[in-house]
């Protein structure tokens, strides 16, 4: 069973780590992260933002389909 893990960093909020099981999912959320940030940073308004530390990563576990794989992928995450 693939995991793919969705980790980014912003200074305001700290590190974020998302899990999904679909690839679909985790690309849309990547892009959906990347579309906010341009948008906070062109909106001059806004003077509180921070912005991204790192840039969005996709990262791919295999974990076996049992209940000692799901654990570990709970874990990981």
């Known amino acids: 069973m693939k995991i793919y893990i969705v980790k980014y960093e912003t200074l305001e909020n700290g590190l974020y780590k998302e899990g999904f099981s679909?690839?679909?999912n985790a690309v849309s959320?990547?892009?959906k992260v990347k579309r906010d940030n341009?948008?906070?940073l062109k909106n001059r308004r806004e003077?509180?933002?921070v912005g991204i530390?790192?840039?969005?990563?996709?990262?791919?576990q295999d974990?076996?389909?049992?209940?000692?794989?799901?654990?570990?992928?709970v874990n990981y995450i």
Request: glycine share 4%.
């Open 22 to 24: 679909n690839k679909k």
């Open 29 to 31: 959320k990547v892009s």
């Open 38 to 40: 341009r948008n906070k």
């Open 47 to 49: 003077t509180d933002y």
């Open 53 to 60: 530390i790192k840039q969005p990563i996709i990262i791919t």
């Open 63 to 73: 974990f076996p389909i049992s209940r000692e794989g799901l654990i570990k992928a």
